[in-house]
C-alpha cells in the first residue's frame, strides 16, 4: 500500500520565491528520505532525516520531521530554474530494505 | 551519473520479443533493486536482492524475472510483456540493505507495442 504521500501534487513559482513540499505517511518508519527526478531519469537522493532528528538542513534544503503527526516537509529556498523536477519522498522501515515512494510533486521554478 | 549504469535507455519491444535489461553499479553495495515507474504513479518496488539472494518480490508477473550473478550486476529478464508494462524502469542499489539511502540509475524506457 502507498506510504507516503506527497502535496501539493504540482507547484508553480517563480525563480527566488521558497518552495514548500509535505508529505504524509501511515505506518513506523526508521527514516524518511527525499529524492529529485528530472524528467524520465532517475532519482538522485538530496537528503535523509532519521526518525529521532526533527529538522536537517543541507545548502538550500531544509527538511522537518514530525513524527507524531506522521508528516515531513522539504523547503527549497530562494529556488532557480534548475530545481524544476520532481519532487518524492521516501519512508525507509528496518525491516527488508525496502522504501517506499510517495507519487511526488512536480515543481516548476518560472525564471 | 551516479555510480549506477543501465542499459539500454531505451527499448522497443513486441509483445513476443524476449529481451533483457542490464544494471550495473560501481559503488561497492550490497543490495541491488528493480522499481518500475508508470506514468502518473508512484515508483513501485519490484525485487530486491541482498548478497546476490533475492528477498523481495512484490508480487510481480513472472514474465518478469531477475538475475543477480553477483554483487554488481542485475538483470531483468523480460518475455512476453503487455503493453500496460510500458514504463520507466529503474535500478538502485545501496549499501545499507535496511532502508538506507538509494543510488538510481538513469533507468531504462521500455515500450511494448
Known amino acids: 500500500s502507498q506510504q507516503g504521500e506527497e502535496d501539493p501534487q504540482a507547484l508553480s513559482i517563480q525563480e527566488g520565491e521558497n518552495a514548500t513540499m509535505n508529505c504524509s505517511y501511515k505506518?513506523?518508519?526508521?527514516?524518511l528520505q527525499w529524492y529529485r527526478q528530472n524528467s524520465g531519469r532517475g532519482l538522485v537522493h538530496l537528503i535523509l532525516?532519521?526518525?529521532?532528528?526533527r529538522e536537517k538542513h543541507s545548502g538550500r534544503l531544509r527538511v522537518t520531521l514530525d513524527t507524531s503527526k506522521k508528516s515531513s516537509s522539504l523547503l527549497i529556498t530562494a529556488s532557480r530554474a534548475a530545481d524544476t523536477a520532481s519532487y518524492f519522498c521516501?519512508?525507509?522501515?528496518?525491516?527488508?530494505?525496502?522504501?517506499?515512494f510517495g507519487q511526488g510533486t512536480e515543481l516548476s521554478v518560472k525564471p | 551519473e551516479t555510480g549506477v549504469t543501465q542499459t539500454p535507455r531505451h527499448l522497443v519491444m513486441g509483445m513476443t520479443n524476449k529481451k533483457s535489461l542490464k544494471c550495473e553499479q560501481h559503488?561497492?553495495?550490497?543490495?541491488m533493486y528493480w522499481y518500475k515507474q508508470s506514468a502518473k504513479k508512484p515508483l513501485e518496488l519490484m525485487f530486491v536482492?541482498?548478497?546476490?539472494?533475492?528477498?523481495e518480490n512484490n508480487s510481480v508477473p513472472s514474465r518478469f524475472s531477475p538475475e543477480c550473478p553477483n554483487s554488481s550486476h542485475l538483470f531483468l529478464h523480460l518475455h512476453t510483456l503487455q503493453p500496460e508494462d510500458s514504463a520507466l524502469y529503474l535500478c538502485?542499489?545501496?549499501?545499507?540493505?535496511?532502508?538506507?539511502?538509494?543510488?538510481f540509475g538513469p533507468g531504462t524506457r521500455l515500450t511494448v507495442t
Open positions: 559503488l561497492g553495495h550490497n543490495a
Open positions: 505506518t513506523s518508519i526508521n527514516n
Open positions: 536482492y541482498n548478497f546476490k539472494e533475492q528477498t
Open positions: 521516501a519512508t525507509g522501515d528496518n525491516q527488508g530494505g525496502k522504501l517506499i
Open positions: 532525516i532519521r526518525s529521532n532528528e
Open positions: 538502485a542499489s545501496s549499501q545499507d540493505p535496511l532502508g538506507g539511502q538509494q543510488y
